[in-house]
């Protein structure tokens, strides 16, 4: 019998996050210990956003190196972790027994909000993973659904990562250093968002964009909709209010909050 894996939100950053001596890279390095080793991952990353829900179904998949203007050595990097297209078959069953649209993708690979956070986690590679995408057109209400859909993978040993940013608005950034103070936009947001996360409270973090700064925290959707889902992962049912643990906390380049959330 597999154990029940939590469901997880974790903000990755920029790509230095790998090299960046930071509190967040140093937490991560350790911080799977704190829950059972997955049979598999399944990374809802921001940086794949399509019409529909989609789960990779690649063997193989490849590392994607999907940002610009970085020093060469991240460029080089990979994550050469396994697929698994017989659960990617089955997540796309399930999400369709729920009543949505769900495709596979038999050729995508790992985007940077999936190996980039991996690669400090789980820096073997030796675990399958498979990403689900995020659909920004689509509702709050519609990505908690989707992670409902998602909740009976935990009591069968697969871990739900959701990996976005709890706060994202690249606007404002201007060549701060990692360690640079926060901005007060960005934490005002923050308190709100956590007390909110742990209340379980969901109306509310489904109306973020209403929250004290959040429409200036999250100018695009496609960095808080991974959590959206880690919440629907998260309950029971449509009713439940599942409060969920912060595992960790750290602003970096004075815009970015790397709150890391659990439920279960």
Known sequence: MQPTLPSLFLSHGAPTLITDPCPTRDWLRS???????????ICISAHWCTAEPTISGASRPQTIHDFYGFPDEFYAMSYPAPGEPSLAIDVAGQIKAAGMACKVDGSRGLDH?????????????????????????RSPEAHMALGRA???????????????????NLADFHGQSWDAPPEDYVQRFDRWLIERV??????????YLQAPEGQRNHPTAEHFLPLLVAFGAAQD????????????????????????????
């Open 31 to 41: 911080a799977a210990a704190q829950w059972p080793q997955p049979r598999a991952i």
């Open 113 to 137: 909000g999936a190996w980039v956070p991996l690669k400090l986690l789980y820096p073997r590679a030796d675990i399958p993973v498979l990403q689900l995408s995020v659909q920004p057109q």
């Open 150 to 168: 998602l909740r009976p993978l935990r009591d069968d040993g697969v871990l739900i990562l959701a990996s976005g940013g709890a706060t994202h």
């Open 198 to 207: 742990q209340a379980g409270n969901a109306e509310a973090i489904c109306e």
């Open 237 to 264: 049912s449509v009713a439940h209010r599942p409060q969920a643990k912060l595992l960790h906390h750290a602003v970096t380049y004075a815009i970015l909050s790397m709150a890391t959330f659990r439920w279960g």
